[in-house]
């Protein structure tokens, strides 16, 4: 068996033949032995933390995927003093980088001397394992299960006092989340033109948020569906605390189960698009199609993946650890499936920095939470949660992925029912009146 010493000799023989290339090199590294590999120049946006050489190992199996790195990390094998969002460039870095046959072959040798006998534990967090057809009501029953299913206390730490779970419409860079939330509630209700009276369906509406606003605030009659038996629970509970059960509830039930055809005046689908899947998006637009009257408008708020970045290999953190079996398509697909059910796309709003802003909010929400948010669900769950959060900022603030909110329409005859601006958007008045 080898030394620890000629473990780490040989650790630094591969990172540096790994990331030498890579500049400026503005990080640090540090292994388990306390050796260190100091940054191009002081001080370092991050320092990497070797605590085993399987974490080195695990740099050796990225190519083309950051799910190899992603589980060492949850694992605490690797670790990051510092600003992960500024390592995102880095993992992109290894999991594109193509070496020459002859660093390859340099690699293998260090990499193989770098063999332990002993093996990786477990992480503590299960990757998803989902049965079934791709996208079948089970099948996403499952997929919804295991992300929002965690713990409704854990989504309390870290989200606003209404538990949204989406991305919030900021004044300014400075404001606080609350306020954020509350405005995008607020928006959301302005763009649909609620008007008292009028029945209102949210799709996917997680813990019941714009659902108890838009009864409160603009006196429509809501029915909120979600395929999370803990998020309907808490929803239902928070309802009954505003005394509006005779104006809103919220069903655990499928899209595709709700037949009540022609039944609403307007549909809204606030972060549940993510989880449709690119093959059951005409089914989507169709079913939104027929559930609204004619002159009926549908807000979809989604994410959506720039067309021209190549999507990730399926086997990745995100599909594995958070959102199984998540579909993330370009806008252009989004609007084509949705003219072709037959709406009529009037308004298309990109509010990508504003999701960097709200994901900034929740990431540092969570990490002063850690203590509280490890005795809930525990080390490697919190991990998962604060790797997807800060990555996510990344995604963002690059523009490698997007947030649309689309407004359709039903027509009605060739009569949009309309107005000819958007002025009642805008209006300075911090709420409608009834």
Known sequence: MK???????????????????????????????????????????????????????????????????????????????GNIEAAMPLAKYLTDRRWPVSTVLRIGWNGIRLLTNDRAGTNGQKAARLSGNLHSIERDRQAVT????????????WLDQQMV???????????????????????????????????????????????????????VEVLGITLSENQASRANQRIGQARLQSHCRVEVLDYRRLNEIGRFDKLVSVGMFEHVGENQLPLYFQHAYQLLRPGGVFLNHGIAWRANEPKPNEANFLNRYVFPDGDLVPINTTLRCAETAGFEVRDVESLREHYALTLGHWARRLEQHRDRAVAAVGEPTYRVWKLF?????????????????????KPDEGRSGLPLTRSDWYRTSALPHK
């Not at 939330?181 to 607020?186: A, E, F, G, I, S």
Request: with cysteine; net charge negative.
């Open 3 to 81: 030394s620890a010493k000629e473990a780490s000799t040989n650790a630094l023989t591969v990172l540096q033949l790994l990331m030498g290339d890579y500049h400026p090199r503005n990080f640090a590294v540090r292994l388990w032995d306390g050796r260190e590999w100091p940054p191009e120049a002081a001080p370092p946006a991050f320092t990497l933390i070797f605590n085993h050489p399987r974490a080195v190992r695990c740099l050796l199996q990225s190519r083309g995927s950051d799910l190899a790195i992603s589980e060492s990390y949850i694992r605490g094998e690797l670790d990051l003093d």
């Open 146 to 157: 295991y992300h929002y299913d965690v713990s409704n206390d854990f989504y309390a730490l």
């Open 165 to 219: 779970y989406s991305c919030a419409y900021f004044e300014s860079a400075e404001e606080d989340l609350d306020k954020a939330q509350t405005r995008k509630l607020d928006y959301l209700c302005r763009k649909l033109r609620l008007r008292s009276g009028e029945r209102l369906l949210d799709i996917g509406c997680g813990w019941g948020g714009l659902a108890i606003y838009a009864a409160q605030h603009y006196g």
């Open 389 to 409: 959060l800060r990555g996510s900022i990344y995604g963002f603030a690059s523009g490698a992925i997007n947030l649309y909110q689309t407004l359709l329409v």
